[in-house]
Structures are given as C-alpha cells and as structure tokens.
C-alpha cells in the first residue's frame, strides 16, 4: 500500500516557477515509478513525466520537455518536480502516481496508487 500527498500548487504568472512535491508512504514506493500526470478544466488527464524507481531514467511529455525536471529522494520518500516557465496552458491539477513496478508507463490505466492532485493555475 502506498499513499501520495501532493504539494506546492498555487498561483503564478506566466514565466514564473513552482515546484511541486509528492510525499509518499508504503515500502514499496522506493522500488517502484511514479508518474506526474494532469488534468485541465475539460480536458482528459494527460501524463506530463515520468520516472524510474531508481531516479535513473526520465521520460517527458513533450509539452514540458525542457521546462519541467523531476527527481526522487528515496530516503526521504519524496518526488520533486520543477515547473519553470510555466504558461497559461500547464494549468490544471496535478498528480502524482506510483506503479509497483521499477520503470514508469504513460498509461495512467496501469497506476494503482494516486494522490489528491494539487492545483496550478498560471495566469497570463
């Protein structure tokens, strides 16, 4: 079993950062991935980044590639990810989600543990 809360939304402007945190618990979370997904008021949740157990391998979206970095702290049960530059468009609530398995999928069907999500709103 593991639980995720997700922190760090808020309010920005266009070209500001944030950083968004995932606080985990459950043994299992050190040896499984975890996913960052999104959802826009509308639109169908999108997967955003994800990766490895290890903290070794990262995949991204390509809406974000380049602006957005995560990492993983295993020690501290914890998934960071860096929002920079955001936009009007990176608007929406954002997840976090863990796989029991050691690399991610984008496929958020095959996720078995979420968060509450936490809301970025980027204004223009």
């Known amino acids: 079993q593991v639980q995720l809360v997700e922190s760090g939304g808020g309010l920005v402007q266009a070209g500001d950062s944030l950083t968004l945190s995932c606080a985990a618990s459950?043994?299992?979370?050190?040896?499984?991935?975890v996913g960052w997904f999104r959802q826009a008021p509308g639109k169908e949740r999108e997967f955003v980044v994800g990766?490895?157990?290890?903290?070794?391998?990262?995949y991204y979206a390509d809406s974000v590639k380049g602006r957005f970095t995560v990492s993983r702290d295993n020690t501290k049960y914890s998934v960071s990810l860096q929002m920079n530059d955001l936009k009007p468009e990176d608007t929406a609530v954002y997840y976090c989600?863990?796989?029991?398995?050691?690399?991610?999928?984008?496929?958020?069907?095959?996720?078995?543990?979420w968060g509450q999500g936490t809301q970025v709103t980027v204004s223009s």
């Open positions: 989600a863990v796989v029991t398995r050691r690399l991610y999928t984008n496929n958020e069907a095959d996720y078995e543990y």
């Open positions: 459950g043994r299992a979370f050190a040896s499984s991935a």
């Open positions: 990766i490895s157990w290890s903290g070794g391998t990262m």
